[in-house]
């Protein structure tokens, strides 16, 4: 499964970046964005459900929004006023198969490589 982040890069605290990701078929799979800070355990940021409905870890919630174009089949993280402590590993996941339901409990099963977020003071 093809699974493919860009956007990341480095930026000042309180900037922002998008991030993106490439899959085919974005409008029908529970998709989401996870994290991994060096020497951390991953964590989960957001996910998205088919119809669009979105759940948010609680330290990135105001900031952070995903989003996906059914058109072009990519799912989007807009992350603003950007911290240090986000900076990490970002992750796009998706379900394997379509449908269901899509809090951050749902376990995704394909992932891409990820893509580097540093923000710093």
């Known amino acids: 499964v093809y699974v493919a982040e860009s956007g990341g890069g480095s930026v000042q605290a309180g900037g922002s970046l998008k991030l993106s990701c490439a899959t085919a078929?974005?409008?029908?799979?529970?998709m989401g964005w996870y994290r991994q800070a060096s020497g951390k355990e991953r964590e989960e940021v957001a996910h998205?459900?088919?119809?669009?409905?979105?759940s948010y870890e609680d330290s990135i919630k105001d900031r952070f929004t995903i989003s996906k174009d059914i058109a072009k089949n990519i799912l989007y993280l807009q992350m603003d006023d950007l911290r240090p402590e986000d900076t990490a590993r970002y992750f796009c996941?998706?379900?394997?198969?379509?449908?269901?339901?899509?809090?951050?409990?749902?376990?995704?099963?394909?992932w891409g490589q990820g893509t580097l977020v540093t923000v710093s003071s």
């Open positions: 998205i459900g088919e119809d669009g409905t979105t």
């Open positions: 078929n974005v409008r029908a799979y529970c």
């Open positions: 996941a998706k379900a394997k198969w379509p449908g269901g339901p899509c809090g951050l409990d749902r376990v995704l099963e394909d």
